[in-house]
């Protein structure tokens, strides 16, 4: 927790820090993926994450190719189906943690709408 973490803790009131404690803190990576496979677009994201895995392992595959190559064309050839591989893998990880970034920044606005929501009830009375 940093120091505007608790500045904020301090200002709310017992129960509205309840609630906050209640929405929990920062998610691991591990639960991040898998909330990724459970938003509107999560055929899509599942759909990334195997051809992440097939490039991974063709890219692998060419690389073992290079290094058995025997001829200069064979190794430009596996030279550069191995860059193709790890480029797409490289794509396709920035994109998945774009989908992640996403998230976490819907996750934070939600939060500023019910903090606000709150606010706007106490308000009124």
Known sequence: M?????????????EDAEIFDDLGGEPSVFEMLME???????WLNILGAFWTLVFLVLGIVAAVKFFDAKTT?????????????V?????????????????????EIKRLELQIARLAGRIKD
């Open 87 to 107: 480029s797409t893998v490289s794509m396709l990880k920035v994109w998945y943690f774009l989908e992640m970034n996403k998230n976490a920044v819907t996750r």
């Open 73 to 85: 064309r064979d190794i430009v050839m596996w030279a550069a189906a191995c860059i193709i591989c």
């Open 36 to 42: 990724t496979c459970r938003g509107r677009h999560r």
């Open 2 to 14: 940093n120091e505007l973490d608790k500045k904020i803790r301090e200002t709310l009131r017992k």
